[in-house]
């Protein structure tokens, strides 16, 4: 009670705020992020701890136990720089994926993980990493909720948090802050790689400190390290200048005053004496001077050039040596769609194959062939993705799948081409060595390494009877080798380094008995060499180096600049031949700084002594979840925002979503009560949806209406009840295999059209002298409205996976084909058939686009209806639209034509601070044309054909602008048509927001 009086007492005083932040808040859409959902086989179980609530599948039983208690044991200092203990949360496991991540959602409030660790992680257990990193965001939110926020809750339940977060605190702070928590509350963590770091090292001290907008939102134009670099660099420059309270004083200024805007920076400002901009300034200042130092301080090796430096900046990865004629990498960037590339002595490169999407890891060569491993979806389910092995043969250019439905990572083909060497992870994150049959793909050897430690990328010496590979334990990272064939026919792990936190990676095998490896024990990543036990420093460069091979008396490796990673040799004149006893780490550590603040650390060593927890059934069932509510109607499908209220409903599988609605728009009366409900468990997606509501038919008998043949009134008070109801049935599948993006979906929507009828008094006058008198009273009847309507649509696609700085896809097809009837009911409405396709060229220039639609719909005609001499007939609304600039016209069959040139105009990275941020600026040349064709009859059996053309040309311009640093940017655009057939302009102001679901990652 003493709640609620708070809450009236605080709208009572600032009522004004109330409104600013209610309107603000319904500026974003009302969207809820789902990942998607689980097969729907799975038996899915909980554990109940104080503080978590986990739910997981029956496979991850096991290390269900082991989450939990890691989750516990991160609780008691995971929060303690924030000063914050979190309240109870949820956390989804999905256990059947081979993609590796977490997020954090707050409407509804979970945690979700995917168990399945990348060969790209650090030295720390993958579930370790994802509840320390996930747990902190979970700090981060449930903080906001005090003062004006925790108000807002009660108004708006879980979004009212997302709302304030969304408005108020920068991506950045929320990424850098849980990097820091990882690193400073491990002996691991991503603030002490060099790799993670490089980025922004390089970019400060070759181009310069960029503005604080392009900082925090990229560019289309230039590189920028992305918002967990520059977050880790900002949050622990932060603490290690002013102390860990500073980011706990600006989230709790936020909670408390989100209708400012401004509270976060005025936040940490009480503590720095400087705004957000300034701080920013300050801390990469003082980072360029001790980067600068930090060069100063080594001497580095020379190499020589292969690829020449790209200013639109370009990775070349993995290289290997294909002969004397040159090398195979993988290519990628910004503007460039992952592929494999040969790359010539002199720098050239053509593209060799161009493979579906992958995690970041290596690929290997052997036999001529190119063997990798591609992730590939479940056709249904979202949460269920597979990793497979396929080979490119060069010489034939044919592609093989060598697994299906498997989950291996980083294959290593034998010098020989008949065995393939991987890391295999199942469901219950078990880890093993596995030897295939390159032809079969079948299973020829299982091996583990210690307590089911995970491993990292195999590679096979030149005789194919040993392999070396990298092996995470509790105590770090280090390179092992397993000789398979011994006399007594058992594997034999020998180690070749001790185990380290420090980063290594990407093991290959030199001369005779040599591994050469990446490594940041200088502070940077760069090249080295063991054999015999001895670790041996080969290359010192300026940002970073990576994935050596040998060719020749060279080594070939990846080295990092501020315009990506080139290709680059290096003979053994050149290498710097170092004892890791005299390599010195001259690098700035805030890892260290902000580890000392910290007071405790977690302690999973100890959670081996601690019982099991108890684990029950978690019913699938579990449909209801009312998560967030508004004093507004907010359809999510239809984006409508009325006055009226709401109520949201998510379950935490991800199966089930509600929404009930009260809409007090008056020109929505009949649509007046809401219901939606999407259910995603079964194969089929099934969605209903259910509108109700009444209008009040009224006639005033005292207007009197006078005709050239009669005088009359009506009179009816009385209200018409209506009710609309859609049951749609559709069958999404993600057939993606490759480097297309293939989706196709069957939908069936069943619709029922129900509403009342009325009556209507009819009075008839006629003239009494100058007086006007009842001559006759009836009644009309109007008939109930019954009828339902069934629509069948058949959707494909088929885009090439684009860039970042594509506008449009460069190549692909979508195709749609649809039919919708009335065939039951009181009212025949007649039917409609369309047929759409879409097809997309590249341009003339790079990510320009050329977009071709060809459109055709036919409509059948249903009730006759006369008015006059003149017989309508009802038909139905049309699928497509006429040219731009015109707005649609009756017909009975319609084609349609347009045609776009997409293109990026210019990428200005326009700054006018705290203003807005122009990132880019699009442009559409188009030209439509369409032809309707519609025929009327009239009651002397006349029939009349009529035949239209309409066309238009013109252009669109679109700039992409973050407007007073909000997170998600407008699309602000104007557009000119020529209308041609009437030889008049048309203008029109266009506007958007793509905003999607708001989740906050790990990767």
């Not at 990229?218 to 860990?244: E, I, L, T």
Request: charged fraction near 20%; glycine fraction near 6%.
């Amino acid at each position: 009670m003493r709640s609620l009086q708070n809450i009236l007492n605080y709208i009572n005083k600032r009522p004004f705020l109330v409104l600013v932040l209610l309107l603000f808040t319904y500026i974003l859409p009302a969207q809820y992020y789902s990942s998607g959902t689980d097969p729907s086989h799975i038996k899915w179980h909980k554990i109940e701890t104080e503080n978590f609530k986990l739910v997981f599948p029956d496979t991850f039983k096991q290390k269900g136990q082991y989450l939990a208690k890691v989750f516990e044991e991160i609780y008691k200092s995971g929060g303690a720089s924030l000063k914050h203990h979190p309240r109870k949360i949820s956390v989804l496991i999905h256990s059947e994926t081979a993609y590796s991540n977490g997020f954090v959602s707050w409407a509804p409030k979970r945690i979700e993980l995917y168990n399945n660790p990348n060969q790209n992680i650090y030295a720390q257990d993958w579930l370790q990493q994802l509840a320390l990193h996930e747990f902190r965001h979970v700090v981060q939110l449930d903080k906001l909720n005090t003062g004006f926020t925790k108000i807002l809750t009660y108004l708006l339940g879980e979004q009212a948090i997302g709302a304030t977060l969304g408005l108020n605190i920068p991506l950045w702070f929320l990424e850098g802050d849980a990097v820091v928590a990882e690193t400073a509350l491990t002996a691991s963590g991503r603030g002490r790689m060099p790799g993670f770091k490089q980025g922004m090292r390089a970019q400060i001290m070759d181009k310069n400190i960029y503005p604080y907008e392009k900082a925090m939102f990229g560019s289309y134009k230039d590189f920028v390290p992305n918002h967990y670099q520059m977050g880790y660099f900002m949050v622990a420059g932060a603490r290690a200048k002013y102390g860990s309270d500073i980011w706990a004083q600006a989230v709790d200024k936020t909670g408390r005053k989100p209708w400012l805007l401004t509270s976060f920076n005025r936040g940490q400002k009480q503590i720095s004496g400087v705004n957000k901009v300034g701080l920013y300034k300050k801390i990469f200042s003082d980072l360029k001077y001790k980067w600068k130092q930090q060069d100063s301080r080594t001497a580095k090796s020379k190499f020589t050039e292969i690829t020449q430096l790209n200013k639109s900046y370009s990775n070349y990865l993995y290289p290997v040596a294909l002969g004397d004629s040159g090398y195979i990498a993988e290519l990628s960037g910004p503007g460039e769609i992952n592929r494999f590339v040969f790359v010539a002595n002199n720098g050239s490169h053509h593209t060799l194959f161009i493979p579906g999407s992958r995690n970041k890891e290596p690929f290997s060569y052997a036999d001529g062939t190119i063997c990798w491993a591609e992730l590939e979806p479940d056709p249904r389910w979202e949460n269920r993705m597979y990793s497979v092995i396929k080979c490119y043969h060069i010489s034939t250019k044919k592609t093989s799948k060598i697994t299906r439905k498997s989950r291996y990572f980083a294959p290593a083909l034998s010098p020989d081409g008949k065995r393939i060497a991987t890391v295999s992870v199942d469901n219950g994150n078990n880890y093993r060595l596995t030897i295939l049959d390159r032809q079969t793909g079948s299973v020829l050897e299982e091996h583990e390494h210690g307590n089911n430690h995970y491993l990292f990328t195999p590679t096979w010496n030149d005789d194919g009877t040993q392999l070396a590979c990298i092996v995470l334990t509790p105590k770090g990272k280090k390179i092992v080798v397993l000789k398979m064939h011994n006399n007594d026919n058992r594997e034999q792990w020998e180690e070749r380094t001790k185990e380290t936190f420090t980063h290594v990676s990407l093991p290959k095998w030199g001369k005779a008995d040599e591994i050469i490896f990446t490594a940041g024990y200088s502070g940077t990543e760069d090249i080295y060499s063991v054999k015999n036990g001895k670790i041996t420093q080969l290359t010192q460069s300026a940002f970073g180096a990576m994935g050596a091979t040998y060719h020749n008396e060279h080594m070939v490796y990846s080295n990092y600049t501020a315009d990506g990673y080139q290709l680059v040799k290096a003979s053994p004149e050149q290498w710097i031949d170092k004892p890791l006893s005299k390599v010195h780490d001259h690098s700035v550590k805030l890892h260290q700084e902000i580890a000392a603040q910290e007071i405790h650390k977690p302690d999973f060593n100890a959670i081996d002594s601690i019982a099991d927890y108890k684990v029950t059934k978690y019913s699938k069932w579990n449909l209801i979840n009312v998560h967030s509510w508004a004093p507004a109607f907010v359809n999510i499908d239809d984006q409508e925002f009325t006055p009226g209220l709401s109520l949201m409903s998510q379950n935490l599988l991800g199966t089930a979503s509600t929404l009930l609605g009260y809409n007090g728009d008056s020109q929505k009366s009949r649509e007046k009560y809401y219901f939606n409900f999407k259910y995603q468990g079964w194969y089929p997606v099934l969605q209903l949806e259910v509108k109700h509501g009444n209008d009040r038919i009224k006639y005033d008998p005292s207007n009197v209406y006078v005709s050239s043949t009669d005088t009359f009134s009506y009179s009816a008070n009385q209200k018409r009840i209506q009710t609309r109801i859609n049951l749609d049935v559709s069958l999404p599948f993600n057939i993606t295999r490759g480097k297309y993006h293939t989706f196709l979906q069957p939908a069936l929507k069943y619709g029922i059209m129900q509403r009342s009828g009325y009556s209507v008094g009819l009075t008839k006058y006629s003239m009494d002298n100058t007086n006007l008198v009842v001559s006759e009273k009836s009644t009309i009847a109007i008939s109930d409205v019954n009828y339902q309507t069934l629509e069948y649509s058949l959707y494909f696609h088929r885009l090439l996976r684009r860039t970042q700085r594509d506008v449009a896809p460069r190549w692909g097809q979508v195709a749609e084909v649809l039919y919708q009837n009335t065939p039951l009911g009181n009212i025949d409405a007649g039917g409609i058939f369309g047929l759409h396709t879409r097809l997309y060229f590249p341009g003339l220039l790079k990510h320009h686009s050329v977009k071709i639609e060809n459109n055709y719909q036919y409509k059948t005609i249903g009730d006759k209806l006369v008015d006059g001499d003149v017989i309508f007939y009802r038909k139905h609304g049309d699928y497509f639209d006429l040219p731009r600039a015109y707005e649609n016209k009756p017909n009975d069959k319609m084609y349609s034509f347009k045609g776009d040139y997409i293109f990026p105009l210019c990428n200005p990275d326009l700054n006018l601070s705290g203003v807005f941020y122009l990132k880019r600026i699009t442009t559409h040349l188009f030209y439509d044309y369409s032809k309707l064709n519609e025929r009327l009859y009239n009651t002397k059996g006349d029939v009349f054909d009529f035949q239209k053309d309409y066309s238009s040309t013109g252009f669109e311009m679109r700039a992409e602008i973050h407007a007073f640093r909000f997170m998600f940017p407008f699309s602000i655009g104007y557009r000119y048509a020529r209308m041609l057939e009437s030889h008049q302009n048309n203008h029109e102001f266009l506007m958007g927001m793509n905003i999607s679901g708001f989740s906050i990652g790990t990767q």
